[in-house]
């Protein structure tokens, strides 16, 4: 059995060091409050984590975060890479909600 090292621990606190909470996690995906931003870790390179956006976030307020999650990033030794943006969908008839990358 392989086991995974996935920085969580450091994740939530580049992102406390950004002044946000995390809303939702699962397997290796960090949710940020209000679904802003989606931190996915790289099993393959833990110093990395995949950033992507929720497309309806304004340019502005990503900027702002982009830049204060690398600055906190790169003190705790990790390569936040930005990978794009994605968008959620609920399921009116499962309850369940998708993730869809653009």
Known sequence: MNTRFRPFDTAKDIINACGLDISYFYDDLIF????????????????????????????DKKIEIKDK????GLERGIALMDEGMFFLRDSHETG???IYYE
């Not at 209000?34 to 995949?50: A, C, G, M, N, Y």
């Not at 999650?69 to 906190?72: F, S």
């Open 69 to 72: 999650l690398y600055k906190e």
């Open 32 to 59: 940020s409050d209000h679904s802003l931003f989606i931190l996915q870790f790289d099993d393959h390179r833990p110093e990395v984590i995949k950033l992507f956006f929720n497309r309806d976030c304004e340019l």
């Open 96 to 98: 369940e909600i998708s």
